[in-house]
Antibody, heavy 117, light 105 residues
């Protein structure tokens, strides 16, 4: 059974940094890629970043490119999202999701990031 | 970027109804289309991926079909626990993109 648990959210001032973590269990971590998807208050879902199973190839949304970096540590079963130069519009719940077989997207419970001005 | 447009944005339904939600892609996505359900205050939950493959544990009253630019999610015999918001997403090319959501109320 897939288990994903995000942590690291909180309140941060605009321009500062925050690192989100996602611990995974229930499957062979090193065989899978992961995504981060966010949801601003009262809004829909927005894809943020993805990392391939090998941890080398990465993709980032234009809205966060150059500010956010996704990474994974196969030795710790952890996925990270390093968020720098945060903006008020980055305020959202951030979900970690497993990039499953046939591009299935299996979700964690989310962590709330609030960026204050 | 591929734009995903869901219709309707909301639908009123009753227990026992059949509900169909449409998702249109601005360009072909092959069969790389998934659906997630989100209840108020909760994380999304995967229902269907690769157009029509039901996630393990998802009731068979949910079904998906379509190809390239037009996809549907159908809920047969709507149950009380199905009242939620449904999102489609395309996984054909980056950036992966989501529909704006359809609220079933």
């Amino acid at each position: 059974q897939v288990y994903l648990a995000e942590s690291g959210g909180g309140v941060v001032q605009s321009g500062k940094s925050l690192r989100l973590s996602c611990v995974a269990a229930g499957f062979t971590f090193s065989n899978y890629g992961f995504h981060w998807v966010r949801q601003a208050p009262g809004k829909g879902l927005e894809w943020v970043a993805a990392i391939y199973y090998d941890g080398i190839k990465k993709e980032h949304a234009d809205s966060v490119k150059g500010r956010f970096t996704i990474s994974k540590d196969n030795s710790k079963n952890m996925v990270y999202l390093q968020m720098d130069s945060l903006r008020v519009e980055d305020t959202a719940i951030y979900y970690c999701a497993k990039w499953g077989d046939n591009r299935a997207l299996k979700w964690g419970q989310g962590t709330l990031v609030t960026v204050s001005s | 970027d591929i734009q995903m447009t869901q219709s309707p944005s909301s639908v009123s339904a009753s227990v026992g109804d059949r509900v169909t939600i449409t998702c249109r892609a601005s360009q072909g996505v092959g069969g790389w289309l998934g659906w997630s359900q989100q209840k108020a205050g909760k994380a999304p939950k995967l229902l269907i991926y690769a157009t029509s493959t039901l996630e393990s544990g998802v009731p068979s009253r949910f079904s998906g079909r379509g190809s390239e630019t037009l996809f549907t999610l159908t809920i047969d015999n709507l149950q009380p626990e199905d009242f939620a918001t449904y999102y489609c997403y395309q996984a054909n090319s980056f950036p992966w993109t989501f529909g704006q959501g359809t609220r079933v109320e």
